[in-house]
């Protein structure tokens, strides 16, 4: 946004300079980009008086020109313009200057045999104008030796602000005044918008013309038909507003628009009404529909496009650009003036669309004010009459403005909390008021309603933010960050440690790492206790990937596959990651998971590879627990895996009855069949979200090593028990009956056959003892390996073989 200090001070009544206008937008949040100050860049181009204008001698295009600029002699310089003659008064540049407008250096010449130490100088060449027919012609009382930039009124700095998309009240002028008034860098001042009275009814109507009476794409649309109109070059004054922003004056009527736009924040077209055929209705394109635009181009519509229309078909784009066909000229005598709200989303969508970009649509698609729109066509009419004369007609509206009032409670405290600003009450109502927000005193507060201007402010925080940045945001005192102990707090919480945790622990069992999809295909799905609807997904990304996975091990599945599809047979691949059972957040769990097929090991002469078994997949799982702080002998071992799992060849690791740690074993052959994988495959689920919390421990985390100075003794017993009593109830029994030297207790062999009854088997336990205090005796020994049969014999029913 670019705007020049003059014009800025149309709107706000302030003696302030344009560095204290510089530092107070940049304090409210509207951040300077650049300066441009003429008067600054060509002081060193002065008046000079040309005492005399004679024919070159060596050329007839060439005048020899003596130039007074009050430094003693006149300075004589060689000169190709038409219109250089003695007496007149124009912009000399001595020799090293740059030219502004070309970019050249200047240096002293001589041109066929004259001397030339200087330059008088045209409108381009200054890069005021395009103008380069004649050099600048300066009035006769330009003060000779001056600089002429003020004497031309080109003292008047252009700023540019860079904006945030969400501050579309300070792409017009006024809104910037606005802001400064209220940082207290002047009082805004009132701005005309009374009603100019209308002398006839607009022989142009206006209706909405959407499907369904929805008018979203165009809720407001005010005309005014003027007649009479002569639409020629603008007054200077505009002519050089427009150009100090970068734009190129065309016509009174086109300028006024531009002006209007710049200034208030309200895009206006204007139609020659004479091209005009029926009524506008502002409605959505018909597809194949085609625009000659403004722009010299021609556009092909669909049916998403909004567009201004008459009985010739679009005469507009809706917030975007006019069409050529009904465009101003300088014969125009009778115009109709749009003002009109556009909904923003469909104006961008348009311009992305069509590739226009264009100061209506950057308004529009950032929202304007849309309680202006008939005052700006007040403003508008008003000032086509002044410039243009002409006889208005009364308004036609059809429509009206969306709701936009939101009501919000600023609490008193919040400034403070927030802002960290301590600002009284009755100021921030004052700072809001003078921001055009209306306020009302409340119990804790202030209820506040924005402006129509402001539809970016959307709760409490936004006020706030009102608040701090008119005080400053310099006025928010220092306040430094706590001091961090010399032992940084940990920024990993115990659930992502935990899921490293696992991943290293997989990884050294030497299975690969594999990333799946969290959707998997709803027969797949089902096979592992999914596909429930509320876990279907509404926009999947493929036919076959339409359900969130209730378990990891498909995904997984399907991975090793894809591999022995090419020729890879040994697969081991774990996941660590989230798994569904149902929609809710508890439903979601983070799940350790991995598959072996083919064989463990390499093939070596030594040693043949094992086959992957049911046995191994629970070893992945216990590594894994175990690394995870889990007391992985202390769990119980039952056949309770779920039914994708094979029932004979699987089972659960649980802690206690009811809290299951993870299930392991062969996966069912039926299921690798629905999956179109060969097997046998075996795998395991660890549940981390099921891992109980390590206890908080004074002092250190690890305890130091218990070594014994005394020497172990080891003891094997071979229990004949009951076929159905699991192995890991006799090593509980093992270690229950004296858990102060029983160290370590494990099965190393299992027998059933001949000298063992039937239904019944051998299990085989070897135990380490360790003392702490004292060298063992026989005596103890026996004790202690008596007391062991006795606990076996008790709780499984187990003889002594």
């Known amino acids: 946004m670019k705007f020049t200090l003059r014009w800025l001070k149309e709107h706000l009544d302030t003696t302030a300079d344009t560095a204290a206008v510089c530092e107070a937008l940049t304090g409210l949040g509207l951040e300077v980009e650049g300066i441009n100050d003429p008067a600054r860049d060509l002081a060193e181009f002065v008046v000079g008086y040309v005492v005399s204008a004679e024919q070159h001698p060596n050329a007839d295009r060439l005048r020899v020109c003596k130039v007074d600029i009050g430094k003693g002699d006149p300075i004589q310089v060689v000169c190709g313009a038409p219109n250089a003659r003695t007496g007149m008064k124009g912009v000399f540049a001595r020799s090293g200057l740059r030219i502004p407008g070309t970019g050249l250096d200047l240096k002293a010449s001589s041109i066929r045999g004259q001397a030339s130490n200087g330059m008088l100088c045209s409108a381009r060449e200054m890069g005021i104008s395009d103008e380069h027919e004649g050099i600048i012609e300066l009035a006769a009382d330009a003060p000779v030796g001056k600089p002429f930039a003020p004497f031309m009124g080109l003292d008047d700095p252009a700023i540019e602000i860079k904006l945030t998309p969400n501050r579309p009240d300070c792409l017009g002028v006024r809104g910037i005044a606005r802001d400064l008034a209220a940082k207290g860098l002047g009082k805004l001042k009132p701005l005309d918008t009374s009603a100019v009275p209308g002398k006839f009814d607009s022989p142009i109507k206006v209706r909405l013309d959407f499907a369904g009476g929805d008018n979203t794409p165009c809720p407001l649309f005010v005309g005014r038909y003027v007649r009479g109109v002569t639409n020629g070059p603008s007054p200077e ?112 969508a348009t311009g992305r669309k069509l590739g226009i970009n264009s100061d209506a649509r950057y308004r529009f698609e950032r929202g304007v004010d849309p309680e202006f729109v008939v005052p700006g066509m007040e403003v508008a009419t008003r000032l086509v009459i002044e ?144 596909g429930r609807p509320e876990l279907m997904l509404a926009n999947p990304i493929a036919a076959d990937l339409d359900a969130m996975r209730p378990s990891i091990l498909p995904g997984l599945i399907a991975a090793a596959g894809r ?30 998971s991995g598959i072996r097929r083919g064989q463990t090991g390499a093939r070596h002469w030594q040693q043949k590879p094992g086959d992957v078994d049911a046995f191994l997949a629970k070893a992945d799982a216990a590594a894994a627990l175990a690394q995870l702080g889990i007391a992985v002998d202390t769990l119980q071992s039952a056949a309770e895996a779920p039914a994708w799992y094979h029932p004979g060849r699987s089972g659960a690791l649980k802690m206690g009855p009811k809290t299951v740690l993870a299930w392991f074993g062969e996966l069912h052959p039926a299921v690798l069949e629905k999956l179109d994988v060969r097997g046998p495959l075996v795998g395991f689920e660890v549940f981390l979200d099921a891992l109980p919390a390590p206890k908080q421990k004074a002092g250190r985390t690890r305890p130091p090593l218990a070594a014994s100075d005394f020497p172990a003794v080891e003891r094997d017993f071979a229990f004949v028990v009951d076929r159905a009593v699991a192995a890991g109830e006799i090593v509980r029994a093992v270690r229950a009956a004296d858990r102060a030297l029983i160290a370590d207790a494990s099965v190393f062999d299992l027998y059933e056959g001949p000298g063992v009854a039937e239904g019944k088997k051998s299990v085989a336990v070897a135990v380490r003892l360790e003392p702490k205090d004292r060298t063992l005796t026989d005596a103890e020994i026996e004790a202690t390996a008596a007391k062991v049969v006795a606990s076996v014999a008790k709780q499984t029913g187990a003889s002594l073989r």
């Not at 660590?576 to 149902?582: A, K, N, R």
């Open 563 to 592: 591999n022995v599809a090419r020729g890879i047979a040994d697969v081991a691949l774990f996941e660590v990651g989230p798994q569904y059972g149902d929609d809710t957040p508890a439903g979601q769990r983070i799940v350790a």
């Open 387 to 530: 410039l243009c004369s002409g006889e208005p007609s009364h308004n036609v509206i059809a429509g009206a403005a969306p709701e936009w009032r939101r009501n919000y409670r600023l609490r008193g405290s919040r400034v403070r909390d927030l802002g960290g600003l301590d600002v009284p009450l009755a100021e921030q109502q004052a700072i809001l008021g003078r921001l055009g927000f209306e306020t009302r005193p409340a119990s804790d507060g202030l209820d506040v309603v924005p402006p129509a201007w402001r539809p970016d402010v959307h709760g409490e925080a936004d006020l706030v933010e009102e608040v701090t940045r008119v005080v400053s945001y310099d006025a928010v005192p220092a306040v430094p960050l706590p001091r961090r102990p010399v032992i940084a707090t940990p920024a990993v919480n115990l659930a992502q440690r935990r899921v490293r945790i696992a991943r290293r622990a997989l990884a050294a069992r030497g299975l690969v790492e594999a990333v799946t999809y969290s959707f998997i295909a709803r027969a797949h799905a089902e096979a592992f206790g999914g």
């Open 237 to 348: 004054w505009l002519q050089k507003r427009l150009r100090a922003i970068g734009l190129r004056p065309i016509s009174a009527l086109v300028d006024i628009t531009n002006l209007i736009t710049y200034d208030l924040n309200r895009p206006l077209h204007v139609f020659d009404a004479d091209k005009v055929k029926g009524d506008i209705r502002p409605r959505l394109a018909k597809p194949g529909e085609e625009l000659l635009a403004l722009d010299g181009k021609t556009y092909k519509l669909d049916g998403e496009v909004c567009v201004i229309a008459d009985d010739n078909g679009p005469e507009g784009l809706g917030g975007v650009m006019g069409g050529e066909h009904s465009g101003v000229t300088p014969e125009t005598k009778n115009v109709f003036i749009e003002a009109a709200l556009f909904d923003p989303v469909r104006t961008a």
